[in-house]
């Protein structure tokens, strides 16, 4: 596609269910980010992927949260018996290459747990 | 402890004027520094760049500051117009990391009146 697609839009879940959160990153985009964005806050960074690699995990706030990355393309993030303080925006973001700057970002996936 | 911040007051501007942003950070050695843009609801999009060896950056009606001295960045938008209304992001890549993570600051809000 002609840019970063996210799924799905907006998702509504009772606490303690899990949730899996779609990322498809523009074609050969190497490097793939998650960040979280909570009402009024600033972006917070949970994960990077290289490829279907992911040397930097360190924003995953527990681990109820697991992400993966198949094919090079594909990721999908995973939160497991959500709690209400999940409840954000979970934004995808691609670049061609690590380090080269500009990142696309997809319109995200609006999580609220009740 | 590291920071990035931005004023969270919103900043309020006439039609025609320069809006001027600003990005202060502590306790980072930034390799460059970027400015997004994101609108309600929608991810946030790419605007400027600026290497930690450039001064200032010019792009159309905006312009980018980078003082290391001062740790601090300024992101001007002259000649403003109603549609620059939104929250302006500044991000910085930390020289330590070479995966093209970006820490975020929270945001300004930009209201420009007709």
């Known amino acids: 596609g002609a840019g970063v697609s996210q799924s799905p839009s907006n998702k509504v879940t009772e606490k303690g269910k899990d949730v899996e959160l779609r990322c498809d990153p523009i074609s050969g985009h190497t490097a793939l980010y998650w960040y979280r964005q909570s009402l009024g806050q600033g972006l917070e960074f949970l994960i990077y992927f290289q490829g279907n690699s992911a040397p930097d995990k360190s924003g995953l706030p527990s681990d109820r949260f697991s992400a993966e990355r198949t094919g090079g393309s594909v990721s999908t993030l995973t939160i497991q018996r959500t709690q209400q303080e999940d409840s954000a925006v979970y934004l995808c973001a691609s670049s061609v290459r690590p380090a080269t700057g500009e990142l696309f970002f997809g319109e995200g996936s609006r999580l609220t747990v009740l | 402890s590291q920071k990035i911040e931005q004023n969270s007051e919103a900043l309020n501007i006439q039609e025609g004027k320069t809006a001027t942003l600003t990005c202060n950070y502590t306790?980072?050695?930034?390799?460059?520094l970027q400015w997004y843009r994101q609108d309600p609801g929608r991810g946030p999009v790419f605007l400027l760049l600026i290497r930690e060896n450039e001064k200032e950056k010019r792009k159309e009606r905006l312009k980018v500051t980078f003082d290391t001295t001062l740790k601090q960045s300024l992101f001007h938008i002259t000649a403003s117009q109603p549609a620059d209304s939104a929250t302006y992001l500044c991000a910085l890549a930390p020289s330590s990391s070479n995966t093209g993570k970006l820490i975020f600051g929270q945001g300004t809000t930009l209201q420009v009146k007709p």
């Open positions: 306790n980072y050695s930034p390799a460059y």
